[in-house]
């Protein structure tokens, strides 16, 4: 059983209704109860005085005009070459926090590798030095059984793929929805739990590089019930903490989480750039975060939300939607909220 009782009221079923007329990690979500309860959750508190430590972390970033200068020239060049020639290789660049330098993700050859990231060509961009590292980066496609109302991190099944559920968000007017990775599913999609039991919701207002939406990947299941709370724990686990606030991440700042079905939730994550732009079969999208270290995400967890914690809950930075071996890349908050015109749901 989980941990939070669910709301029965009258306002709450009829923000449900609402939900339903206007919708045009870490632990596996448990089975059905007998009744549908979430029982013994905290309504917990956001700690301002998070956020100071959260934002120490990038007192030591290394940034610099040429940095920043040399990572936009070979991200226009890279994003020039997929909207030109597709998504046969696939590229992940972002400025490397603790040198300032260029790094690059990729499985293209060396020699176009060398064409897109040269910059022998502008005198005040020779210190900084471009690294490249070969593989692949994927779409992060693929808990399992959850209940309404609904969490993040929770397994997606439809068309026969697999994702997780991000964080819940509502309209000015009261409307809520649950944000996904808009890689996972067509609009139109009827999303059902992993379990194959329950409908988490409809997609809507799907925004993604490849279909023409610019360079983003996110999309809204919609009526449903969606509460502020995410899983936490292994992808067995029943456990969950609530939702405190959302906002940008801090580059340097090392201890951001990610929840998702495929690898439950994993910390341990260090920010490396906000600034960084993704290529995949999907497109390029950008900017969105990079980070490395811990357990990377993995198929399936795409969609999963990406936050910082503490004692008081989540904080929500965005939800992931690409990785390589070695870095993760996360679809921001910032852009989902001015986007869809929507505020977090806190638990």
Known sequence: ??????????????????????????GQAQAAPAVNEKRGASHAQADPAFLAKERAAGRGVVSSTASRSALAKIQARIAAHVAKNGTKYTFGIYADSATGNVVVDTNAPDSLVASLTSLKSDASLAKVKVHTRKGKTTDAWHRRDDVPSYYGGGGL???????????????????????????????GTSVKTESNLRTVGTVSSRALASLGSGPVDMELLGGQSYAGRIFTGGVTSTSS?????????????????????????????????????????????????????????????????????????????????????????????????????VSIVTG
């Open 1 to 26: 059983m989980r941990i939070a009782m669910k709301r029965t009221s009258v306002a709450w079923i009829a923000t449900a209704a609402a939900v339903a007329a206007i919708g045009a990690g870490s």
């Open 157 to 187: 099944l439809a068309s026969g793929a697999l994702c997780s559920a991000g964080y819940a968000v509502q309209t000015w007017w009261g409307g809520r929805y649950m944000v996904t990775a808009g890689h996972c599913y067509a609009n």
């Open 241 to 341: 903490i609530p939702v405190v606030a959302a906002g940008s991440a801090v580059v340097g700042y090392t201890a951001y989480c990610h929840s998702g079905r495929t690898t439950g939730e994993r910390c341990g994550h260090t920010a490396t750039s906000t600034t960084a732009m993704v290529c995949t079969a999907t497109g390029c999208k950008s900017p969105v975060i990079a980070y490395t270290g811990g357990t990377i995400q993995q198929g399936g967890d795409s969609g999963g939300p990406f936050y910082a914690k503490d004692a008081s809950g989540a904080w929500i930075r965005g939800h992931v939607i690409a990785s390589s071996a070695t870095t993760g890349y996360v679809e921001t908050w910032t852009k989902v909220a001015s986007r869809y015109g």
